[in-house]
């Protein structure tokens, strides 16, 4: 099922607002929505399940104008961040509930219903838990019925608000791969709400990135962090540092010292450089091109280390990631040179 | 077999280290204070009704002015506290769920019941319903009679009960997450099916405590019924007052005798209810 929102505007909502957002989810899609919280990510997530009516646009599943179907006959999915689950039922009960509640003409009989239950049970691996309570589960295993329930009514969309937001790391990891493996088993078009871009970009087919309400792009993880549209979608996808540079006949400038990097499609004048850590490496020797700096702080991440250097003489900060077998210290003066960076006009609203 | 060092360790489970200090003293003062407040009067009631012997005792409860008093008190207490368990649940729904101008003035108004001295309550309801009262007589046109009769003393009983049935259900209410009631309907659920199946059954329990409280004060509630009841023998007597009657005519053994069997209802019933709250609360798998 095909879901299109077009032109959605949405003012005073208890979330956060919309203005003109427009977006196509294929069919059979698995996109995520991503952003900084006050994003809109949410707000957009509940006027296509239809838990908020919006003040303008449409949206379409398939050809069917859903703007105005009320929630209970859109034949949505909804996960949410708290799992939101029946407490006084059994997981059993949870997961039936969307069956038993339909008039007795579209209600499947008891067998079918158990037998639909115990397949449910078998996709979210809760085999043989079906007569705990949510109180008696842990975080995960309630996402998991959550999910399960949503599923149970066979819906034509499947809507995730930040499911695994309330979930430690290590729980969050499996649960994705798992996510990925359920959608690719059920194809369900399928679009989840995230403020972690690493969940974003590890599950999703595509990714759309919000900001203030808009869309900033919309690409596949790839397309997103190779070639971000906008110098908000290169700082929020991974760490980048801002370099302000000057471009001048189609090269760039820091300071004095011209950078080995082309910038053909740059107008002149001041111009902000973004650089991804592992976009400067250590320079042996001072030559053309090179910037000095002291190292100020090296980092310990569970990836690798990472420096923060100070450019001499301006002070400017850098990031950089060291390598492996770098004996760099701190208070070290060092060599640098650019390799590669992302050049925008340079904006009044500094570091987004 | 268990060694003795676990053993002990299990017995002494219930001394588990707290923020109190004093396990000893914080123990043996709760035990004496309770001994002291509720248990040895409680026990002096009962001793005092056994000196009238068994069949004293069934003399004065089969007697026919005391039978039809405690129908009385328990029969009207218990369908004030039904009445009140049902519109205070509206009430706090209306009260935590809307918001509106001068919400805070009517949640404040619902305590007032509770903080009225029971005398003053009872008099402005008897100037009330009286027959030439403001209320008392475009009903009586009607051909309803509200004073000295048995409604009289349902609208008194009402009336004291309602903050218990509120006040119980309010934080529930409060705390029921909106987005159990989404779920429901993303789920395909109608609005009443949402009210019956999602939101009701997790506020029993607690509907349930507020149906209890407001009928154990009902059956108590002295202050407020007399001047609205008028106390005809048979018609409108609650036990309380024929518990006063009998002491005014110093006859303590027929008195304590109503009193324990008073007791005895009321205990049977709170028992009944903790019964049902516990196998709903279990049922809720988070006993």
Same mark, same amino acid.
């Given at each position: 099922?095909?879901?299109?929102?077009?032109?959605?505007?949405?003012?005073?909502?208890?979330?956060?607002?919309?203005?003109?957002?427009?977006?196509?989810?294929?069919?059979?899609? /698995?996109?995520?929505?991503?952003?900084?919280?006050?994003?809109?990510?949410? *707000?957009?997530?509940?006027?296509?399940?239809?838990?908020?009516?919006?003040?303008?646009?449409?949206?379409?599943?398939?050809?069917?104008?859903? *703007?105005?179907?009320?929630?209970?006959?859109?034949?949505?999915?909804?996960?949410?961040?708290?799992? %939101?689950?029946?407490?006084?039922?059994?997981?059993?009960?949870?997961?039936?509930?969307?069956?038993?509640?339909?008039?007795?003409?579209?209600?499947?009989?008891?067998?079918?219903?158990?037998?639909?239950?115990?397949?449910?049970?078998?996709?979210?691996?809760?085999?043989?838990?079906?007569?705990?309570?949510?109180?008696?589960?842990?975080?995960?295993?309630?996402?998991?019925?959550?999910?399960?329930?949503?599923?149970?009514?066979?819906?034509?969309?499947?809507?995730?608000?930040?499911?695994?937001?309330?979930?430690?790391?290590?729980?969050?990891?499996?649960?994705?791969?798992?996510?990925?493996?359920?959608?690719?088993?059920?194809?369900?078009?399928?679009?989840?709400?995230?403020?972690?871009?690493?969940?974003?970009?590890?599950?999703?087919?595509?990714?759309?990135?919000?900001?203030?309400?808009?869309?900033?792009?919309?690409?596949?993880?790839?397309?997103?962090?190779?070639?971000?549209? *906008?110098?908000?979608?290169?700082?929020?996808?991974?760490?980048?540092?801002?370099?302000?540079?000057?471009?001048?006949?189609?090269? /760039?400038?820091?300071?004095?010292?011209?950078?080995?990097?082309?910038?053909?499609?740059?107008?002149?004048?001041?111009?902000?450089?973004?650089?991804?850590?592992?976009?400067?490496?250590?320079?042996? *020797? %001072?030559?053309?091109?090179?910037?000095?700096?002291?190292?100020?702080?090296?980092?310990?991440?569970?990836?690798?280390?990472?420096?923060?250097?100070?450019?001499?003489?301006?002070?400017?900060?850098?990031?950089?990631?060291?390598?492996?077998?770098?004996?760099?210290?701190?208070?070290?003066?060092?060599?640098?040179?650019?390799?590669?960076?992302?050049?925008?006009?340079?904006?009044?609203?500094?570091?987004? | 077999?268990?060694?003795?060092?676990?053993?002990?360790? @299990? #017995?002494?489970?219930? #001394?588990?280290? !707290?923020?109190?200090?004093?396990?000893?003293?914080?123990?043996?003062?709760?035990?004496?204070?309770?001994?002291?407040?509720?248990? $040895?009067?409680?026990?002096?009631?009962?001793?005092?009704? !056994? @000196?009238?012997?068994?069949?004293?005792?069934?003399?004065?409860?089969?007697?026919?002015?005391?039978?039809?008093?405690?129908?009385?008190?328990?029969?009207?207490?218990?369908?004030?506290?039904?009445?009140?368990?049902?519109?205070?649940?509206?009430?706090?729904? =209306?009260?935590?769920?809307?918001?509106?101008?001068?919400?805070?003035?009517?949640?404040?108004?619902?305590?007032?019941?509770?903080?009225?001295?029971? &005398?003053?309550?009872?008099?402005?309801?008897?100037?009330?319903?009286?027959?030439?009262?403001?209320?008392?007589?475009?009903?009586?046109?009607?051909?309803?009679?509200?004073?000295? @009769?048995?409604?009289?003393?349902?609208?008194?009983?009402?009336?004291?009960?309602?903050?218990?049935?509120?006040?119980? =259900?309010?934080?529930?209410?409060?705390?029921?997450?909106?987005?159990?009631?989404? &779920? !429901?309907?993303?789920?395909?659920? @109608?609005?009443?099916?949402?009210?019956?199946?999602?939101?009701?059954?997790?506020?029993?329990?607690? $509907?349930?405590?507020?149906?209890?409280?407001?009928?154990?004060?009902?059956?108590?509630?002295?202050?407020?019924?007399?001047?609205?009841?008028?106390?005809?023998?048979?018609?409108?007597?609650?036990?309380?007052?024929?518990?006063?009657?009998?002491?005014?005519?110093?006859?303590?053994?027929? &008195?304590?005798?109503?009193?324990?069997?008073?007791?005895?209802?009321?205990?049977?019933?709170?028992?009944?209810?903790?019964?049902?709250?516990?196998?709903?609360? #279990?049922?809720?798998?988070?006993?």
């Amino acid at each position: 099922m095909e879901i299109r929102v077009e032109h959605l505007s949405k003012d005073f909502a208890e979330t956060a607002a919309l203005r003109d957002v427009s977006v196509t989810v294929r069919s059979g899609e /698995l996109m995520a929505l991503l952003g900084p919280s006050g994003s809109g990510k949410t *707000t957009l997530l509940r006027v296509i399940a239809g838990l908020e009516v919006p003040d303008e646009g449409r949206v379409l599943f398939g050809d069917e104008d859903a *703007t105005h179907v009320p929630v209970q006959n859109r034949g949505v999915g909804f996960v949410f961040q708290h799992y %939101a689950l029946f407490r006084h039922m059994t997981v059993t009960q949870n997961i039936s509930y969307g069956l038993r509640v339909r008039r007795r003409a579209d209600r499947p009989g008891a067998d079918e219903i158990d037998t639909r239950v115990r397949s449910l049970l078998a996709l979210v691996q809760l085999e043989g838990l079906g007569a705990r309570f949510p109180a008696q589960l842990s975080g995960g295993q309630r996402q998991r019925v959550a999910l399960a329930r949503a599923l149970a009514v066979e819906p034509r969309v499947l809507l995730l608000d930040e499911p695994f937001g309330a979930l430690d790391a290590k729980v969050r990891k499996d649960l994705r791969r798992w996510l990925r493996e359920i959608h690719e088993h059920t194809g369900q078009t399928t679009v989840f709400v995230t403020h972690d871009q690493d969940e974003a970009l590890e599950l999703a087919d595509r990714v759309a990135i919000l900001k203030d309400g808009r869309i900033e792009q919309v690409g596949t993880p790839e397309q997103v962090h190779e070639t971000p549209a *906008t110098p908000f979608v290169m700082s929020f996808i991974g760490d980048t540092t801002r370099l302000p540079v000057r471009a001048r006949g189609g090269s /760039l400038w820091y300071e004095e010292t011209p950078l080995s990097l082309a910038a053909p499609d740059q107008g002149d004048g001041p111009t902000d450089l973004y650089l991804r850590p592992w976009d400067v490496a250590f320079a042996d *020797t %001072a030559e053309a091109g090179t910037l000095s700096g002291t190292i100020l702080t090296i980092r310990r991440s569970a990836a690798g280390r990472r420096a923060s250097i100070s450019l001499i003489p301006s002070g400017q900060i850098i990031e950089v990631e060291l390598p492996i077998a770098s004996l760099a210290a701190v208070r070290d003066p060092i060599l640098l040179r650019i390799l590669r960076g992302k050049a925008f006009p340079a904006s009044e609203q500094r570091g987004a | 077999m268990v060694p003795t060092r676990e053993r002990r360790q @299990t #017995r002494f489970r219930f #001394r588990r280290p !707290s923020a109190i200090p004093g396990f000893p003293l914080a123990f043996g003062y709760t035990l004496t204070y309770l001994g002291l407040i509720v248990l $040895i009067p409680l026990a002096t009631l009962v001793m005092r009704a !056994s @000196t009238l012997g068994f069949s004293g005792l069934w003399n004065v409860v089969t007697d026919e002015r005391v039978l039809s008093a405690l129908r009385i008190s328990f029969g009207l207490s218990f369908g004030a506290a039904f009445l009140n368990a049902f519109f205070g649940l509206v009430v706090a729904w =209306v009260l935590v769920r809307y918001d509106f101008p001068g919400r805070k003035l009517l949640h404040a108004a619902v305590d007032l019941p509770f903080a009225l001295p029971t &005398a003053v309550a009872g008099i402005a309801l008897a100037a009330l319903y009286a027959p030439n009262g403001w209320l008392g007589e475009p009903l009586s046109h009607l051909g309803i009679k509200v004073a000295y @009769t048995p409604l009289g003393i349902f609208i008194a009983l009402v009336f004291v009960g309602l903050p218990f049935a509120v006040r119980t =259900v309010e934080p529930l209410i409060a705390e029921i997450d909106r987005e159990i009631e989404e &779920a !429901s309907a993303t789920l395909g659920a @109608t609005r009443s099916q949402t009210l019956w199946r999602v939101v009701l059954p997790p506020l029993a329990p607690a $509907i349930l405590t507020g149906f209890a409280l407001a009928f154990a004060r009902a059956v108590g509630e002295y202050g407020s019924v007399i001047f609205i009841a008028g106390n005809i023998p048979y018609i409108s007597e609650i036990a309380p007052i024929l518990i006063v009657i009998r002491l005014e005519e110093f006859n303590y053994a027929g &008195a304590t005798g109503i009193a324990v069997v008073m007791l005895a209802i009321s205990f049977a019933t709170l028992l009944v209810i903790n019964l049902i709250q516990t196998w709903s609360r #279990r049922r809720f798998g988070d006993a």
